[in-house]
């Protein structure tokens, strides 16, 4: 290996931070960006758009874009075989890693999409899994992911509308959260847990600091809870001319 293949001078002007997520977008080859994570010992280099790796597996976006054809021409006879399971793995680790980039750089509508693209795969896989601890080794990972993106579009939403719109995203997050418990038979496991609890936390310190009341659709939850039917009706009609 020669002196010019060698990555040392990237390495001393780029220290490694074992406190914080270091993470850069630079401008490569023929003009191209990408985004860049120091870890221990190395970088990760990661494509802003498609496959964080930059392959086409197959010809295909990404090896999940790959599955989905494979899946349709085959119907009901597709099952996951052991290798496509690895190259799941390996999809998986990709898109975390830009996801959690996406987030330090308060890129937060990619950091939703990079959640979503890992959802659906998850979906995917629980569709076609061939073992069943197999599938409970990745679903366990399913309210991280979601935290990841109730975060995420909650932080966007602050950005581009306005705080009260960030803590509705946070409530329906928190309801998607806790229907996996209760899928799974942990429901009485959720408001301990750690992440529900940074979600509660993100919501109440948003009504705190930007003044935000009890938003339209929790007023309406009270209402049909305290069984005001009339001002709930009231309420609706509000919500739809919010959203028209």
């Known amino acids: ?23 850069r977008i630079v401008n490569g080859i023929e003009g191209r960006d990408v985004l860049q ?4 010992m190395g970088i990760l280099q990661l494509e802003l758009a498609g496959r964080p790796d930059g392959t086409r597996p197959e010809g295909c976006e990404t090896f999940f874009a790959f599955l989905q054809k494979k899946a349709v ?17 390996r999809e998986f680790v990709q898109y ?11 890129q937060y509508r990619k950091a939703v999409a990079d959640a979503d693209h890992t959802l659906e795969l998850m979906n995917f896989t629980k569709e076609y899994s061939p073992d069943e601890q197999w599938t409970i080794t990745h679903e366990q990972y399913r309210p991280f992911v979601m935290f990841h993106r109730t975060q995420a579009l909650a932080l966007a939403e602050l950005e581009e509308k306005n705080a009260e719109a960030a803590v509705e995203t946070i409530n329906r997050g928190l309801d998607e959260i806790r229907e996996i418990f209760v899928e799974y038979e942990a429901d009485d496991q959720f408001e301990e847990d750690e992440l529900v609890q940074r979600l509660q936390e993100l919501r109440e310190t948003l009504r705190k600091e930007y003044d ?12 049909v809870a305290a069984e005001q039917y009339e001002l709930a009706a009231k309420l609706r009609d509000e919500l739809t001319n919010r959203r028209s």
């Open 1 to 23: 290996m020669s002196d010019s293949e060698h990555i040392d001078d990237v390495l001393r002007g780029w220290p490694y931070d074992p406190a914080n997520l270091s993470v």
């Open 37 to 40: 994570m120091r870890i221990d």
């Open 73 to 89: 021409k085959l119907g009901d006879e597709f099952e996951l075989t052991e290798e496509q399971c690895n190259e799941i793995d």
């Open 96 to 106: 975390y890693h830009r996801r959690i980039c996406w987030l330090r750089l308060q």
């Open 212 to 223: 935000v009341g009890r938003t339209l659709h929790e007023r309406l939850a009270d209402a």
